[in-house]
């Protein structure tokens, strides 16, 4: 690409001249800000120093012999100490015929369609989802799996060997209290009987729990209970804390309630997984990596790293690390998230061998993973490093935030199928469903939905807290997925329309582009470079933002230069080829994304 020709180019010249030893990579290049002539922009100030001139003179002497050994140079300014190239356009061109038929442009040659074909490295094992079953999916987990399943596929777009985990939290206080609660107060109520998707169902009882959790409380409180331990000691809660007793010792009643009211869950969630279009190669579950994690901290503690406490509980102090004590095992022997998290990371280790564990969990966990780290490197376990935190922003409404316990979340089903009627509604409106039968507008409006719900949550960088209004996300103009879809769509229609066939074995020669033209072959050509750093920085945001300056960067061509009246047939057919790859570009960006490109809208 070109960034790498510029940079060999400029360390060779500055080597020979000024006495250098600089590798290319050394070299700073960047994109020439749009308050420059340029395309290009070398940072000429690191050799100032060895050229023993006025960074203007650097800039002079630089640039000047860059355009006398670069042809892809067509001319260059110098600002200060930053030396402003201009790509001739002859080069774009050069690139475009090289890559036109490439449906996978941008993405590593050993990454297919059925996947990564020779995998570069160890791989790379991404935990997402991470669902508690006592409450359904909800606004903030969308957030979660979204940006777990679209960062997997970045990094498979790569050439990383991607393995996507999903651990359950099947177990703990929280499980037990919608368990406690359905069985007092349920009356036999089933997904069946009730016709409830099951998540919603025990989540149901969840929230039944807290109110009766508050209700006790209060009533303490008013017979003269401090409320601190009036909220420890409440009956229902000290009954709740019984029964995961009883279920880590293996009660056998206790056990079946549980299994059954998971199996609910479960069915729900695949269900809204399906809906989202995110998936896993594995599905781990507390419930079978607490055990190993209780065997780990057992064994830290005979081996000296940990310690105990009289009332038997079993402690990580990490002092030296500039932190305080962590419990891994509490006094009754029962376990805590930190200890499921030492199994589940020590299996993965074991199974995957992989080059890195990310973990996809919101920035209020960001604590326990640094913990996390820290504890299993005093247990001696030096791949502990490999674990990286992907921490991302809470999802909050114009209303506030959500609170699980009492009920305000914003279901995940429900606002998927909110968005499919805003999107039916706003479609319809505009007519942009004339000539679809009543499968294929119903289809549509699916499409459009979640491309707005994806496209909304997955531009906002992930370490930003971020405002979430579905009405401003189902547009089809401004920022949003549908105006990229429909853009997408456009081009389809246009290459339909032009009546032309095998576009991808046209040749254009002595085509003399205009500046739009070319602005948009500049941001194709980018493509690579924009895959590369969201791979870097595990941010989708890029290719989202990318896709949107890509669309809007088109429908400004579209609007202003005439396709299919254009009288000059090379100049027409090479107008075709750019849109086409436009939209096949498009159309990689959005799949990184998880949307989907409708041929038509």
Same mark, same amino acid.
């Given at each position: 690409?070109?960034?790498?020709?510029?940079?060999?180019?400029?360390?060779?010249?500055?080597?020979e001249?000024?006495?250098?030893?600089?590798?290319?990579?050394?070299?700073?290049?960047?994109?020439?800000?749009?308050?420059?002539?340029?395309?290009?922009?070398?940072?000429?100030?690191?050799?100032?120093?060895?050229a023993?001139?006025?960074?203007?003179?650097?800039?002079?002497?630089?640039?000047?012999?860059?355009?006398?050994?670069?042809?892809?140079?067509? &001319?260059?300014?110098?600002?200060?100490?930053?030396?402003?190239? %201009?790509i001739?356009?002859?080069?774009?061109?050069?690139?475009?015929?090289?890559?036109?038929?490439?449906?996978?442009?941008?993405?590593?040659?050993?990454? @297919?369609?059925?996947?990564?074909?020779?995998?570069?490295?160890?791989?790379?094992?991404?935990?997402?989802?991470?669902?508690?079953?006592?409450?359904?999916?909800?606004?903030?987990?969308?957030?979660?799996?979204l940006?777990?399943?679209?960062?997997?596929?970045?990094?498979?777009?790569?050439?990383?060997?991607?393995?996507?985990?999903?651990?359950?939290?099947?177990?703990?206080?929280?499980?037990?209290?919608?368990?406690?609660?359905?069985q007092?107060?349920?009356?036999?109520?089933?997904?069946?009987n009730?016709? #409830?998707?099951?998540?919603?169902?025990?989540?149901?009882?969840?929230?039944?729990?807290?109110?009766?959790?508050?209700?006790?409380?209060?009533?303490?409180?008013?017979?003269? #209970?401090?409320?601190?331990?009036?909220?420890?000691?409440?009956p229902?809660?000290? %009954?709740?804390?019984?029964m995961?007793?009883?279920?880590?010792?293996?009660?056998?009643?206790?056990?079946?309630?549980?299994?059954?009211?998971?199996?609910?869950?479960?069915?729900?969630?695949?269900?809204?997984?399906? &809906?989202m279009?995110?998936?896993?190669?594995?599905?781990?579950?507390?419930?079978?990596?607490?055990?190993?994690?209780k065997?780990?901290?057992?064994?830290?503690?005979?081996?000296?790293?940990?310690?105990? /406490?009289?009332?038997s @509980?079993?402690?990580?102090?990490?002092?030296?690390?500039?932190? =305080?004590? &962590?419990l891994?095992?509490?006094?009754?022997?029962?376990?805590?998230?930190?200890?499921?998290?030492?199994?589940t990371?020590?299996?993965?280790?074991?199974?995957?061998?992989?080059?890195?564990?990310?973990?996809?969990?919101?920035?209020?966990?960001?604590?326990?993973?640094?913990?996390?780290?820290?504890?299993?490197?005093?247990?001696?376990y030096a791949?502990? =490093?490999?674990?990286?935190?992907? @921490?991302?922003?809470?999802?909050?409404?114009?209303?506030?935030?959500?609170?699980?316990?009492?009920?305000?979340?914003?279901?995940?089903d429900?606002?998927?199928?909110?968005?499919?009627?805003t999107?039916?509604?706003?479609?319809?409106?505009?007519?942009?469903i004339?000539?679809?039968? @009543? %499968?294929?507008?119903?289809?549509?409006?699916?499409?459009?939905?979640?491309?707005?719900?994806?496209?909304?949550?997955?531009?906002?960088?992930?370490?930003?807290?971020?405002?979430?209004?579905?009405?401003?996300?189902?547009?089809?103009?401004?920022?949003?997925?549908?105006?990229?879809?429909?853009?997408?769509?456009?081009?389809?229609?246009?290459?339909?329309?032009?009546?032309?066939?095998?576009?991808d074995?046209?040749?254009?020669?002595?085509?003399?582009?205009?500046d &739009?033209?070319?602005? #948009?072959?500049?941001?194709?050509?980018?493509?690579?470079?924009?895959?590369?750093?969201?791979?870097?920085?595990?941010?989708?945001?890029?290719?989202?933002?990318?896709?949107?300056?890509?669309?809007?960067?088109f429908?400004?061509?579209?609007?202003?230069?005439?396709?299919?009246?254009?009288?000059?047939?090379?100049? /027409?057919?090479f107008?075709?080829?750019?849109?086409?790859?436009?939209?096949?570009?498009?159309?990689?960006?959005?799949?990184?994304?998880?949307?989907?490109?409708?041929?038509?809208?």
């Open positions: 690409m070109i960034d790498q020709i510029i940079a060999s180019q400029t360390a060779k010249i500055v080597n001249a000024f006495g250098l030893t600089l590798e290319s990579t050394q070299v700073q290049i960047q994109k020439t800000s749009k308050d420059f002539e340029g395309n290009i922009t070398v940072v000429v100030f690191p050799f100032v120093k060895a023993k001139k006025s960074p203007e003179q650097t800039a002079q002497f630089i640039g000047e012999k860059l355009l006398e050994t670069c042809k892809e140079i067509s &001319k260059f300014n110098v600002v200060k100490g930053f030396l402003n190239l %201009e001739d356009a002859n080069y774009y061109l050069d690139f475009l015929e090289k890559n036109k038929t490439d449906e996978r442009f941008g993405f590593a040659k050993t990454w @297919s369609l059925s996947g990564v074909e020779t995998p570069t490295s160890k791989p790379i094992v991404l935990e997402y989802s991470s669902p508690n079953t006592n409450k359904p999916l909800h606004l903030g987990h969308i957030r979660n799996n940006l777990g399943w679209s960062v997997a596929e970045i990094l498979k777009a790569n050439g990383y060997d991607m393995k996507k985990v999903n651990l359950v939290n099947d177990r703990g206080i929280h499980i037990c209290k919608s368990m406690l609660a359905w007092r107060y349920a009356n036999g109520e089933t997904p069946e009730t016709g #409830i998707k099951g998540d919603h169902l025990v989540g149901k009882y969840y929230v039944k729990f807290d109110q009766i959790l508050k209700s006790q409380v209060a009533e303490m409180v008013e017979n003269g #209970i401090e409320k601190d331990v009036a909220e420890k000691t409440a229902i809660l000290l %009954e709740a804390q019984e995961l007793r009883k279920w880590e010792a293996g009660d056998e009643d206790v056990c079946k309630l549980w299994k059954m009211m998971n199996s609910w869950v479960y069915a729900g969630f695949d269900k809204t997984y399906k &809906k279009g995110v998936d896993f190669d594995k599905i781990y579950y507390e419930s079978e990596t607490y055990l190993l994690g065997e780990i901290a057992l064994k830290g503690l005979t081996d000296g790293y940990l310690v105990q /406490r009289e009332d @509980s079993i402690w990580a102090d990490l002092h030296e690390n500039g932190l =305080d004590e &962590k891994l095992l509490r006094k009754d022997g029962t376990s805590v998230y930190m200890t499921q998290d030492l199994g990371a020590k299996l993965r280790h074991d199974e995957f061998n992989a080059e890195k564990m990310i973990y996809v969990v919101g920035n209020e966990q960001n604590y326990h993973f640094d913990v996390l780290k820290i504890v299993l490197k005093k247990l001696g791949w502990a =490093d490999s674990i990286s935190h992907l @921490s991302y922003g809470m999802v909050e409404l114009p209303e506030g935030k959500m609170k699980s316990r009492e009920g305000t979340v914003v279901d995940a429900d606002l998927i199928e909110s968005m499919i009627e999107a039916k509604k706003t479609t319809e409106e505009l007519g942009k004339d000539n679809f039968d @009543s %499968e294929e507008a119903n289809a549509l409006y699916k499409t459009i939905a979640l491309g707005a719900l994806k496209y909304f949550i997955l531009k906002v960088d992930p370490v930003k807290n971020m405002l979430f209004n579905p009405n401003e996300s189902i547009d089809f103009n401004g920022n949003t997925g549908p105006f990229i879809q429909y853009t997408h769509a456009r081009i389809r229609s246009l290459i339909k329309r032009s009546g032309l066939e095998n576009l074995e046209k040749t254009f020669a002595n085509v003399n582009i205009l &739009k033209e070319k602005q #948009i072959l500049i941001l194709l050509h980018d493509f690579p470079g924009v895959v590369k750093q969201a791979g870097d920085n595990l941010s989708p945001a890029l290719i989202a933002n990318y896709a949107f300056d890509l669309a809007k960067e429908n400004g061509f579209y609007q202003d230069i005439p396709v299919l009246k254009e009288e000059n047939q090379n100049l /027409r057919e107008r075709l080829v750019l849109s086409k790859f436009t939209a096949d570009v498009l159309k990689n960006a959005l799949g990184l994304l998880g949307i989907t490109a409708p041929e038509r809208m």
